[in-house]
């Protein structure tokens, strides 16, 4: 009798292992099931020579975020980055910490025929996690990217890649190694911007084609 259940309890056994395995990659994968990144434009509709800005945003995150790794995507043939040019401090929120203080960040634009990528990305090497989570409001903007319109058109701003990080125990494995737990994206939402002829150039292009229908009759 003994040896039967002795067997019976042998057999059960690896099936309890797979059964804590499972758990245990279902609670980490469920953990950040919600977390998406949003692009937000400061506005919608510009001009050609108008600045404008688009906020990278994290929200969702079940935990403070350590590190990051982002790219959207543009065409450069409607406007220009400016991002490369703008002071780190302009560039990154502070939701990490004081940038190039409390955080190292990077930054970037990488061609690609008539499209480009900027790519962002910071690590928190100081702050606890509680730190982070103080800082953190959700959603919360990670970094700006700055552009300049030169010609008409639509333009689409998309995420290429988003790699995220949990705050945890920094191990030296490399600069941007095992930071934190990775975070799964599960949403990513981008944006558009029209670049359209400022008012006083369509009254006068209304005005020079009522000029040109009156010379015909």
Do not use: C
């Amino acid at each position: 009798m003994k040896k039967q259940q002795f067997l019976k309890e042998r057999k059960m056994r690896p099936l309890r292992y797979l059964l804590i395995v499972y758990l245990t990659l279902y609670a980490a994968i469920s953990v950040n099931a919600n977390l998406s990144t949003y692009l937000i434009t400061s506005s919608n509709t510009v001009s050609i020579g108008d600045t404008f800005t688009v906020d990278i945003r994290l929200g969702g995150a079940t935990e403070p975020v350590g590190d990051y790794r982002i790219g959207v995507y543009f065409d450069h043939l409607l406007i220009s980055d400016l991002t490369e040019s703008t002071p780190i401090k302009d560039v990154f929120a502070g939701a990490l910490g004081v940038p190039g203080t409390d955080t190292t960040a990077i930054w970037g634009v990488y061609e690609n025929e008539s499209l480009d990528i900027v790519r962002v990305a910071e690590i928190s090497y100081w702050l606890q996690s509680s730190d982070l989570a103080a800082l953190q409001s959700d959603p919360f903007t990670v970094a700006t990217l700055y552009f300049l319109a030169n010609n008409f058109g639509t333009i689409d701003f998309y995420v290429t890649s988003a790699d995220i990080g949990g705050a945890g125990v920094f191990t030296v494995a490399g600069l941007w190694a095992d930071y934190g737990q990775r975070l799964t994206v599960d949403e990513t939402h981008g944006t558009s911007v029209s670049v359209v002829p400022e008012p006083t150039m369509l009254l006068l292009l209304g005005f020079g084609a009522a000029i040109v229908r009156k010379r015909k009759i």
